[in-house]
């Protein structure tokens, strides 16, 4: 895959600990949802590196008083892609519990892998904050886009996309359709299967997530 000045591939050490026991299919749904919020409360402290709306503080030590710049109130949304994007909220509510959450439900076509939109409901107010666009699976990058183009439809401009596992054919699409947008990924995988699955990945996200199947 080529180089994207928008992408972010993590590939750390400790996340990839936590994707090899959530690929194991032996993995139980609920250590499943709880590695799916481990990673993404690792994933948005580099996430957040860069592009947080800021304030200064005035804050008073024991010995003197000094300015501090924190983190804007109300500044971050949280925007998880139904279903399997649920399980990465909590995530970052570890880290952000006053972040509102807007939806957006999509399925894949199973035929033709296209989105189909059956769900929006966006906070007040979203086109001024940074939005976390959250999904832990990035496979055709049809979801990806489509749930972006809706955002900037909504006026959002600043628009962060986090996936747990990317394919390379999700990244690129993604990387090259919306340049404005960055997109973080923990891990990339090798391709996807004729069913539009990411290999070797670790299934329906959705169905790992939730014990539907
Ligand atoms: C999965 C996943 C993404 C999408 C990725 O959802 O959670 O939203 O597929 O595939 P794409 O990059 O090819 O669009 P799915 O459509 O299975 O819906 P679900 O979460 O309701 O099971
Ligand atoms: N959605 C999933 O849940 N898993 C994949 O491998 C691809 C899309």
């Known amino acids: 895959m080529k180089n994207y000045p928008n992408v972010v591939i993590f590939e750390h050490p400790l996340i990839r600990h936590k994707i090899a026991h959530l ?3 032996k993995t139980s749904t609920k250590e499943f949802r709880e590695l799916i919020e481990e990673i993404t409360t690792l994933m948005t402290y580099e996430v957040l590196r860069e592009g947080v709306p800021t304030a200064v503080k005035t804050v008073k030590t024991p010995l003197e008083t000094c300015e501090q710049t924190v983190v804007a109130d109300n500044a971050i949304a949280i925007v998880p892609i139904l279903r399997a994007g649920l ?3 909590s995530g970052i509510h ?3 519990p006053a972040a509102r959450v807007g939806h957006i439900g999509m399925y894949r076509d199973e035929e033709t892998l296209e989105p189909k939109e059956y769900y929006c409901k966006l906070p007040d107010g979203i086109e001024d904050k940074l ?7 990035l496979a055709t990058g ?4 489509d749930a972006i183009a809706l955002l900037k439809k909504r006026g959002c401009k600043n628009i962060k996309f986090m996936a747990i596992i990317g ?7 993604v990387a090259e359709t919306y340049p404005d947008v960055n997109v973080y990924v923990s891990t990339l995988d090798r391709q996807l299967n004729e069913n539009g699955y990411i290999l070797p990945g670790l299934g329906d996200a959705g169905d790992r997530l939730f014990g539907t199947k």
């Open 87 to 89: 399980g990465m909220v």
């Open 167 to 173: 394919a390379p054919e999700g990244v690129s699409k």
């Open 23 to 25: 690929r194991d299919e």
């Open 94 to 96: 570890t880290l952000f």
């Open 142 to 145: 049809g979801s990806a886009c």
């Open 131 to 137: 939005v976390l666009l959250v999904d832990p699976m």
